[in-house]
């Protein structure tokens, strides 16, 4: 029996980063021999069990063979015959597919130390083709690390794309995948390696048609709205935002791929229409309730919160009813950091000061501070408590922000 620690433990122990789980293979050795050293068994599909002590995962070498479409389709071979070097083949990159034994030596078949050096992601054989989940993994890799794609491994990618391979995904599975890799260091790098391979246009069509569609010109048209979300998710993924700012960041411009540009400024037509695509996407790949809400949210009132400053204090007021700032103020402040990561992602704006969430802020803090039941208490009819505490709260916005009153009676 002999034990080896593989996958991604040693790629990151090689790259100098922190390693959080580590996996072994065991070659050699039969289930009931692990049984008696105490392991316990976990596997469904292949022998894994957990360490007596330390509950890491050793699982018995193995190899696969594809015997349906998809990412389910495959049976999995266990025996002592089968080495070290024919498991690590059957792994989706070579960065993945070194081992180290107890000896702490490299075993390394498919030279993935190079690649790693090389900052190269190359799939370890053609058995790459019989997993689409693969395609979804090497492009989290990709925003993880920000290494480059093998051209033949895009190839591989751009042809099981052609096979229909990526429309056998699950949502489920597409989703936790994205999930992930928006929450790593460069989401866009995610994105553009499914957008070089054809995934994005079959996963996310809604996404990818808005590369290509120009932006407002005073949002420097020289970057397209495509490359702008980019700029805007990678804003996020830098302030280390949760997975709902992540996620809104990415939907929020939707509209705007099947909006006529001379629309946009109109009615807020193209903020409507990103609305219904956020729906869209979110009932198709079963997105969770808080990312889907807060998408719609920024999708349809990104535009008042950039205008925030010209807004009237009744206006502010609707815009923080609309937000449902009120009752969940945690949300209304994920709201505003999607605003300032939108901001950020136009070219030349990375630096700008962005004081519409400031302004916002103490517009609801103002608001918020009045007390609702003195109000209902001095009302003597109390249809009107709603209409009397709405004009405290203006007049509370008024009076913070420092606005004045025209000759119209209204505040400007």
């Not at 069509?205 to 495509?226: C, K, N, R, S, W």
């Not at 809400?293 to 950039?306: F, Q, S, T, W, Y």
């Not at 609309?322 to 209304?332: E, H, I, L, Q």
Request: hydrophobic share 45%; glycine share 6%.
């Amino acid at each position: 029996m002999q034990i080896y620690m593989v996958g991604g433990a040693v790629r990151d122990q090689l790259l100098g980063l922190p390693v959080k789980d580590r996996d072994y293979v065991v070659v050699g050795a039969t289930p009931e021999q692990l049984l008696a050293k105490g392991f316990k068994p976990v596997g469904k599909d292949f022998p894994v069990f957990l360490h007596p002590d330390t509950h890491e995962e050793y699982a018995l070498a193995r190899t696969e063979r594809k015997t349906a479409p998809g990412y389910t389709g495959f049976v999995f071979h266990t025996s002592p015959d089968v080495t070290l070097e024919q498991d690590l083949a059957r792994r989706d990159l070579t960065i993945n597919a070194i081992a180290l034994d107890d000896q702490g030596r490299l075993i390394d078949p498919f030279n993935g130390v190079a690649d790693l050096r090389a900052n190269i992601l190359r799939h370890v054989s053609d058995a790459f083709v019989e997993d689409p989940v693969r395609i979804l993994r090497l492009a989290r890799f990709a925003a993880r690390f920000g290494f480059q794609v093998a051209p033949e491994t895009l190839a591989l990618m751009q042809d099981m794309v052609s096979a229909g391979e990526v429309d056998a995904l699950v949502p489920e599975r597409v989703w936790q995948e994205l999930a992930k890799g928006l929450m790593e260091a460069r989401p866009s790098q995610m994105f553009l390696v499914l957008r070089d391979c054809g995934a994005l246009a079959r996963i996310l069509p809604e996404l990818d048609q808005l590369f290509g569609v120009p932006q407002p010109p005073a949002h420097h048209p020289e970057i397209d709205t495509g490359d702008h979300v980019m700029r805007v998710v990678d804003y996020a993924a830098s302030e280390k935002a949760a997975l709902a700012v992540r996620f809104a960041a990415l939907m929020h411009d939707l509209g705007k791929g099947t909006t006529d540009p001379a629309l946009w400024p109109r009615h807020h037509a193209h903020e409507e229409r990103s609305v219904a695509l956020v729906e869209v996407v979110c009932g198709r790949l079963k997105v969770p309730n808080d990312c889907r809400d807060l998408a719609k949210l920024v999708a349809r009132h990104h535009g008042n919160v950039h205008r925030a400053k010209e807004l009237r204090p009744g206006t502010i007021l609707k815009l923080l009813q609309a937000c449902d700032a009120f009752r969940k103020p945690d949300r209304f402040q994920q709201v505003l950091q999607a605003c300032l990561a939108d901001s950020r992602g136009r070219l030349g704006f990375e630096t700008r000061d962005y004081p519409q969430a400031q302004w916002l802020s103490t517009a609801f803090m103002a608001a918020v501070a009045v007390n609702a039941g003195d109000i209902a208490a001095a009302c003597i009819d109390k249809a009107m408590i709603p209409q009397r505490v709405a004009q405290a709260r203006v007049e509370a916005i008024r009076h913070v922000l420092n606005v004045p009153i025209d000759e119209t009676g209204e505040t400007a």
